[in-house]
């Protein structure tokens, strides 16, 4: 799949964050941030830029808004994962792919391509 390219991983339960990290990394991506709350990984964005972002839509600090608009501004393109089903997210969020944990490797790699062809989640619409 694709190589090389970097990835930052936003996810507050670190059994979850262990197994995306092993099926990024077994696509070939490189992991450039791991972080459990949106403060931090917003610090992080101020002076990097990952190809793609993983982000669980429930942070350890709250919900991921700020995050996804902050990436949606950048027109980074990410992927949200969440034990919550997506009726309960809106705006920021919309058009952003969406997978409901828990996922399967297959159901992951499919939905990181479709990420990163179609620049999924980075459209500035708010």
Known sequence: METGRSVMLVEDEP????????MLGAEGFELIGLFAR???ALTF???????LAV???SLADGGADPLARNLR?????????????RSVAGGIFDGAPWLEKPFSREQFSSQICACLSDGAGSAASM
């Open 15 to 22: 059994m979850i964050a262990l197994m995306v990290e092993d």
């Open 38 to 40: 949106n403060a931090d």
């Open 45 to 51: 964005l101020s002076d990097h830029r990952p190809d």
């Open 55 to 57: 982000v669980d839509f």
């Open 73 to 85: 501004e950048r027109r980074i393109p990410f992927l949200v994962i969440s034990g919550f089903s």
